[in-house]
């Protein structure tokens, strides 16, 4: 089992920046895939990036690509989501997960922690 706790959400206006924390428990997040989702008011959960097990290789979704970083520190069992030129359409709560394969797909997740709200004003 992995317990997931992310942190680091909040508002900021159009062109800010943000960065998200994903602290893990109960075992290591070396063996995972781990991934960052959001979920806007009314609308289905959404991938936004993620990250191999040793760091080298990343997806990001088309809308956050060249302004969303992806990290991962297995030494300290973290991961990081570097969020910069937020926009309005960023507003969600963002969700990070942990997976044994590599997908995109948010029902391949088995471990999510709570999510942390960012909300961007205009």
């Known amino acids: 089992q992995v317990q997931l706790v992310e942190s680091g959400g909040g508002v900021v206006q159009t062109g800010g920046s943000l960065k998200l924390t994903c602290a893990a428990s109960?075992?290591?997040?070396?063996?995972?895939?781990m991934g960052w989702f959001r979920q806007a008011p009314e609308k289905e959960r959404e991938f936004v990036a993620l990250?191999?097990?040793?760091?080298?290789?990343?997806t990001y979704a088309d809308p956050v690509k060249g302004r969303f970083t992806i990290s991962r520190d297995n030494s300290k069992n973290t991961v990081y989501l570097q969020m910069n030129s937020l926009e309005p359409e960023d507003t969600a709560v963002y969700y990070c997960?942990?997976?044994?394969?590599?997908?995109?797909?948010?029902?391949?997740?088995?471990?999510w922690g709570q999510g942390t709200q960012v909300t961007v004003s205009s």
């Open positions: 997960a942990a997976d044994l394969g590599f997908s995109v797909r948010p029902e391949a997740y088995h471990y």
């Open positions: 109960g075992r290591t997040i070396g063996i995972y895939t």
């Open positions: 990250i191999g097990i040793r760091g080298d290789s990343t």
